[in-house]
């Protein structure tokens, strides 16, 4: 079956770090893949997405590239932010029996940025 | 534009009781429709879902239920909550076939005492 796996949280880093967040995934087919953000007492927003392998999405400052060789889509940023704290979900999309499309998340990592 | 509105944002609830959360999309047409809950520690969890008026899928036997008695409108149920029912309930949707970007809502937190 489809499934997503993200690294364990929590992480906590200082302002200005490096930041990965890994994320694999198995799948049968070729699947998109996504990344997600929930901002503390909000629902879940996205924050970038890939569609084929080798395309990298970006947004904000961050990155993730579709490696289907190591089925891995790891979130990365070079330098956070107080701002982004928050609880990342790494999913990834397949067609559903009625022919839309379905996401499967992952557990998701908490992270905190400390000033 | 389109926005999606979810109400109550918070519930308290006892063993036993029913429950009604309802999810509704403003803005555009016949959109898909997902319910999720996260649960402490679990990650998210399909619930539900709908590609249109009265066609509901379930993907995890459960004791709750979810009706779509309007193109835009999506209401998860139960009869009688469980403990194990707690958790932040979150409702999405996304336009048709090959358009696979959930937009969510800003959930309902139910505590079942």
């Known amino acids: 079956g489809n499934s997503v796996t993200q690294m364990e949280g929590p992480v906590t880093l200082s302002e200005e770090a490096f930041l990965t967040i890994n994320c694999t995934y198995t799948?049968?087919?070729?699947?998109?893949l996504f990344w997600y953000v929930q901002y503390p007492g909000e629902g879940l927003q996205l924050l970038l997405k890939a569609t084929k392998a080798d395309d990298k999405g970006s947004n904000k400052g961050f990155e993730a590239t579709y490696r289907k060789e190591t089925t891995s889509f790891h979130l990365e940023k070079g330098s956070v932010q107080v701002s982004d704290s928050a609880v990342y979900f790494c999913a990834l999309s397949f067609i559903s029996n009625f022919g839309n499309e379905k996401l499967t998340f992952g557990t998701g990592t908490r992270l905190t940025i400390i000033p | 534009s389109q926005t999606i509105h979810q109400w109550p944002a918070t519930l308290v609830q006892p063993v036993g009781s029913p429950l009604s959360l309802e999810c509704t999309v403003e803005?555009?047409?016949?959109?898909?429709l997902y319910w999720y809950r996260q649960a402490a520690g679990r990650g998210l969890q399909l619930l539900f879902y709908?590609?249109?008026?009265?066609?509901i899928s379930s993907e995890v036997p459960q004791n709750l239920s979810a009706s779509r008695p309007q193109d835009r409108q999506f209401i998860l149920s139960s009869k009688k909550l469980l403990l194990s029912d707690s958790g932040f309930y979150l409702c999405?949707?996304?336009?048709?076939?090959?358009?696979?970007?959930?937009?969510f809502g800003a959930g309902s937190r139910l505590t079942v005492l």
């Open positions: 799948a049968t087919g070729y699947p998109s």
């Open positions: 709908s590609v249109g008026i009265g066609q």
């Open positions: 999405a949707w996304s336009l048709g076939a090959g358009a696979n970007v959930l937009t």
């Open positions: 803005g555009t047409s016949n959109p898909n």
